[in-house]
Each structure stands twice: as structure tokens, then as C-alpha cells.
């Protein structure tokens, strides 16, 4: 029985070749790495860029509906021909401010104008800069503990 083991051992076999993960990749590009087993080659860093962009267009949802939030028309009593309305709204940790004109044209013919403007960079609640490392790899940071409402402030001023 030792005979056997030992000439088992001492007979050469056949083994597997080592893959060279990044050599079957690198037609791709850099980044892209083999998954053993399959034919298929994965760029490791477009899920972190998909993390990216989802937090990025969720962000700019958020400033969006802030902005729509803020654009408040003004109401123009009788006898009144101008009136101004500022406002600020809060939706979602994204802040905006927003003013509207209100001019009477003709007796109850009246222009509107309004502009907005998204203020998510910089503020207190934003989390558009905020990243988390996770297996090495950073990733958009998560946190549940931050307050989300929607809110809005706004002053008129007619004449």
C-alpha cells in the first residue's frame, strides 16, 4: 500500500493551467477582471458607477421637487397691480429658493414669471458629497438618521 502511494506520487499528472485573470481580460481595459468558470469578463468599477449615478439622480429628483416647491405665485388683491413672492422649500434634505412676479395686465388678465434655484451643494442636509468606503471600493454614503420633510417658507410684498 505505501508502494502505491508512492508511485501514485511519483507519476506525473496532467494539471490545470492557471488562469491569468487579467490577460483574458485585458482586450477590455483596464478594470475588467475574468469570472472563472464562464467566458464572461466584469468591469469591477461600473457598479460603484451605477451606485454613483443613482445617488446622483435621486439627489437631483429631490432639488427638482424643491424647486417646483418653492415657485409659489403671488396673490394679487383688488386694486393692486404688482405683486413679489420669495420662497424657500426644503424636500428631502435638498434646499431651494424661488421668487415670483406677478404683473395685472388688464383687468383680470395677469403675467406670471418665476425662477428657482436648487442650493443642494453646500447645504447642511446634502448628502451629494458624502461617500462611504466599503471593501475598499467607495460607495455613495447611506444614512437614515437625517431628517426629510418638505417645508417651505414665503414672503409677498403687493402694490
Not at 508502494?3 to 490577460?23: C, D, F, M, N, S
Not at 469570472?35 to 437631483?60: E, H
Not at 431651494?96 to 425662477?115: C, D, E, F, P, Y
Request: proline share 4%; charged share 10%; glycine share 10%.
Amino acid at each position: 500500500m505505501l508502494a502505491t502511494a508512492v508511485l501514485a506520487l511519483a507519476i506525473p499528472t496532467p494539471g490545470h493551467a492557471a488562469v491569468e485573470y487579467e490577460k483574458v481580460c485585458s482586450l477590455y481595459g483596464a478594470g475588467f477582471f475574468y469570472i472563472p468558470g464562464t467566458d464572461t469578463c466584469v468591469n469591477a468599477q461600473q457598479t460603484v458607477q451605477s451606485q454613483f449615478d443613482l445617488a446622483r439622480q435621486i439627489t437631483r429628483a429631490a432639488t427638482g421637487t424643491a424647486m417646483a416647491a418653492s415657485l409659489v405665485n403671488p396673490f394679487l388683491p383688488d386694486g393692486t397691480n404688482y405683486a413679489i413672492s420669495t420662497h424657500w422649500a426644503v424636500f428631502d434634505g435638498q434646499h431651494a429658493a424661488g421668487a415670483v412676479g406677478m404683473i395685472r395686465i388688464q383687468g383680470n388678465l395677469s403675467l406670471t414669471m418665476g425662477i428657482a434655484f436648487g442650493l443642494d451643494r453646500g447645504s447642511l442636509t446634502s448628502n451629494s458629497n458624502r461617500t462611504a468606503t466599503e471593501f475598499g471600493v467607495a460607495i455613495p454614503a447611506q444614512s437614515w438618521s437625517d431628517i426629510r420633510a418638505l417645508g417651505r417658507v414665503g414672503l409677498q410684498y403687493s402694490w
